[in-house]
């Protein structure tokens, strides 16, 4: 595949280190009711929206519950922890991204959703895992791989490169958002000028798992993404554009991406924010 890091694990490979403990496995959903209907033994849950964001601020945890929330868990700075869920990893991506921005470098995805473990027959359980009580302390906060609106505005018109991973209908401003997601919308539909339209499925084969490093570099040169530049990425609540950042930086090796994860829902509703529509 010839990726740039070595952020993949395969199903069969994951298979048979389900013992393993130098590993925690992590399941994040779109849907948290997933877990419960089974779930890759000894996986931990995590609810992507009660568990992982300050319920006051629409925010990360702070460095310091979370590294109380993995703790509590079972999980410690020494685990390699892999991740996985439903909607092609959409929340893994997102919880992955999380992880890196608080530093914690033994990561990986699993290569395929827990949709393709399911359809390959392996083996699920109900059983919620009990770990010992460990000692996670999160690092500072690594601003390299994040944006907020108003960096994202000042680079409008610069050489960064936006990108938009949603869908067609929402980039042009046909919709305001997908069916089903009207609760996280905007009051403007459209894209933030200069976006290209790149969207997150494109870099995903048929079951889920990534394209190969070939097809992806072909994917976004050709909508205008240099390797060698600033990239932004950006969807509709972050978790997308985080399936985006996770291939732009950990698979195609591109040094400056940064996830807008205030996105459309964000942008869309900012008094004095531009937009564009229209393809």
């Known amino acids: 595949m010839s990726y740039a890091k070595d952020v993949l694990v ?9 013992d393993d403990d ?15 209907e089974g779930h890759i ?14 319920q006051a601020r629409r925010d990360f945890l702070s460095a310091e519950a979370f590294g109380a929330l993995m703790g509590s868990r079972g999980i410690s700075n020494d685990h390699t922890i892999v991740l996985y869920g439903d909607r092609n990893n959409w ?34 359980s109900t059983d919620v895992p009990s770990y010992p009580a460990a000692s996670f302390a999160a690092g500072p906060s690594n601003e390299s791989i994040r944006v907020f609106r108003d960096e994202v505005y000042a680079a409008l018109g610069g050489a960064t ?24 919308g905007a009051q403007r539909a459209g894209h933030i000028p200069g976006a290209a339209s790149v969207p997150w499925g494109q870099a995903v084969n048929g079951d889920g798992t990534f394209k190969s490093a070939e097809e992806l570099r072909r994917l976004y040169s050709s909508k205008g993404v ?38 459309w829902s964000e942008w869309g509703n900012s008094i004095g924010m531009p937009i564009e529509k229209g393809e």
């Open 10 to 18: 395969e199903t069969s490979w994951l298979a048979e280190h389900l």
């Open 22 to 36: 130098s590993i925690r496995i992590v399941e994040v959903d779109e849907d948290p009711a997933r877990y419960a």
């Open 41 to 54: 033994p000894g996986a931990i849950g995590f609810d992507w929206k009660l568990d992982l964001q300050d």
């Open 91 to 124: 929340f893994a991506a997102y919880a992955y991204w999380y992880f890196r921005y608080y530093g914690h470098g033994k990561l990986r995805l699993l290569n395929g959703p827990r949709e393709k473990w399911v359809a390959e027959g392996r083996e699920t």
């Open 161 to 184: 490169r936006l990108v938009d991973v949603r869908s067609p209908q929402e980039y042009s401003g046909q919709v305001l958002s997908m069916a089903g997601y009207e609760h996280e």
């Open 226 to 263: 240099a390797e060698d530049e600033k990239v932004i990425t950006y969807c509709r609540i972050g978790e997308r554009s985080a399936h985006t950042w996770f291939v732009l930086h950990e698979l195609l090796g591109v040094g400056n991406v940064k996830n807008y994860d205030g996105s």
